[in-house]
């Protein structure tokens, strides 16, 4: 089974700033996906950004970008110019692509983001 | 197009009892999976279903069960409720089962509370 591991469980940044949030995962398979969830106070679970492992090129999505390092198994979530609505949850998600293994999410514990002003 | 939308969003039950959740899925939308969220075991996978059919079940007793009808809504039953059931239990839905741009949309979840 693949474990994912957040080893932050909580993290500060002072707004404008940049913040980078760690995940390791563990698993023997060469392809799949990862992803960045975030939950703010409301629980609701929103798509930050995602990776699938054959593409080499980072994601990034506006102020959001992660760091891929596949051979040390490490997607790392970088949040530059931080904003007061960036306070929340965040989640490190794997998910398989082999079909027989169905499609869930294996989620880390999460890293709670204060954002200060 | 609406969101996920989960029924009801707050319970209170008692030990023993049983429950039953819902979830809505976005129009179109034919795979719903659900997830127990706990301070202390994080979000945890319980099942996912496709056109009625269950794909994946995770690693839960038999007291938790689901089922999904011909126009895609989702429920889940949890049977004989223990303390620990207590969870925000969250639904997630996509258009179809697989594929890497098939990205997964979350309801707002449902907050059980066992006493």
């Known amino acids: 089974a693949q474990t994912v591991t957040q080893s932050q469980p909580e993290m500060s940044v002072q707004e404008a700033e940049t913040v980078t949030l760690s995940c390791t995962y563990d698993?023997?398979?060469?392809?799949?996906?990862l992803f960045w969830y975030k939950q703010p106070p409301s629980r609701q679970m929103i798509l930050v950004i995602r990776q699938e492992a054959y593409k080499q090129q980072n994601a990034t999505e506006n102020r959001f970008s992660v760091n891929f390092q596949k051979a040390a198994k490490s997607f790392s979530l970088k949040i530059s110019d931080s904003q007061l609505g960036d306070a929340a949850m965040y989640f490190c998600?794997?998910?398989?692509?082999?079909?027989?293994?169905?499609?869930?999410?294996?989620f880390g514990k999460g890293t709670s983001l204060l954002v200060t002003p | 197009k609406a969101g996920v939308t989960q029924t009801p969003r707050y319970l209170i039950k008692t030990r023993g009892q049983q429950v039953t959740l819902s979830c809505s899925p976005i129009?179109?939308?034919?795979?719903v999976s659900w997830y127990q969220q706990t301070p202390g075991q994080g979000l945890q996978f319980l099942f996912e279903?496709?056109?009625?059919?269950?794909?994946n079940k995770g690693n839960f007793p038999g007291r938790f069960s689901g089922r999904q009808f011909s126009n895609s809504r989702s429920e889940m039953n949890v049977s004989t409720l223990e303390l620990g059931d207590s969870a925000l239990y969250l639904c997630?839905?996509?258009?179809?089962?697989?594929?890497?741009?098939?990205?997964?949309?979350f309801g707002p979840g449902t907050r059980l509370t066992v006493l």
């Open positions: 998600a794997y998910r398989t692509t082999n079909s027989n293994s169905g499609y869930a999410l294996n």
């Open positions: 997630a839905s996509r258009e179809r089962a697989g594929g890497p741009s098939n990205e997964q949309f």
């Open positions: 279903y496709f056109s009625e059919t269950q794909r």
């Open positions: 698993t023997s398979e060469s392809d799949y996906y």
């Open positions: 129009s179109g939308h034919r795979s």
